[in-house]
């Protein structure tokens, strides 16, 4: 699977579970770790960082439905191209995340459905990145994480838990 792109959810036991990240042809793991799953839980796992600092990052899901015409969303910072930490919110003076670190994942926010939201460095004005309103659809919760390694190839990238 290439780079930003992701696999349907599949089922596994509770437990602890050894797991790695391998390149397409390789057996040679670029990060390889242990997870601890509970029951009746959900979770996404990415993989994180550049050649030299290759990590992963494990999220627990929280699948509670919207209220009606709204969507739930929660932001987790993958890009080493943000010279420092990030905002997000609906506008420069409504932020519904502030300060969001390097690999460290926002709680959910609810919104209504079909809102714009922008991307900031930290305490800034100027947005570094739009998502079109007609993204986000009722109904859905989402996860949007923000990627690259330079202020060129900067992106968002939205994944749908449900």
Same mark, same amino acid.
């Given at each position: 699977?290439?780079?930003? !792109?992701?696999?349907?959810?599949?089922?596994?036991?509770?437990g602890s579970h050894s797991a790695k990240f391998t390149n397409t042809g390789s057996t040679t793991a670029?990060?390889?770790? #242990?997870?601890?799953? !509970?029951?009746?839980?959900?979770?996404?796992?990415?993989?994180?960082?550049?050649?030299?600092? !290759?990590?992963?990052?494990?999220?627990?899901n929280n699948l509670t439905a919207p209220s009606a015409g709204m969507a739930r969303v929660r932001v987790?910072?993958?890009?080493? %191209?943000?010279?420092? $930490?990030?905002?997000? /919110?609906?506008?420069?003076?409504?932020?519904?995340?502030? #300060?969001?670190?390097?690999?460290?994942?926002? %709680?959910? #926010?609810?919104?209504?459905? $079909?809102?714009?939201?922008y991307l900031y460095a930290a305490g800034s004005i100027n947005a570094m990145l739009n998502i079109p309103?007609?993204?986000? !659809?009722? /109904?859905?919760?989402?996860?949007?994480?923000?990627? /690259?390694?330079?202020?060129?190839?900067?992106?968002? #990238?939205?994944?749908?838990?449900?």
């Amino acid at each position: 699977m290439a780079y930003t !792109q992701s696999s349907d959810y599949f089922t596994e036991n509770a437990g602890s579970h050894s797991a790695k990240f391998t390149n397409t042809g390789s057996t040679t793991a670029n990060v390889a770790f #242990n997870v601890t799953l !509970q029951a009746d839980s959900s979770y996404t796992i990415y993989y994180t960082g550049s050649d030299a600092t !290759q990590g992963s990052i494990v999220t627990t899901n929280n699948l509670t439905a919207p209220s009606a015409g709204m969507a739930r969303v929660r932001v987790i910072n993958l890009s080493t %191209a943000a010279a420092a $930490n990030i905002d997000f /919110g609906l506008s420069a003076t409504s932020k519904l995340v502030t #300060n969001l670190a390097y690999r460290a994942v926002s %709680a959910y #926010n609810t919104i209504n459905a $079909n809102t714009a939201l922008y991307l900031y460095a930290a305490g800034s004005i100027n947005a570094m990145l739009n998502i079109p309103a007609t993204t986000i !659809q009722a /109904g859905k919760i989402y996860t949007i994480y923000i990627s /690259g390694s330079t202020a060129i190839d900067i992106k968002y #990238n939205i994944v749908a838990e449900n």
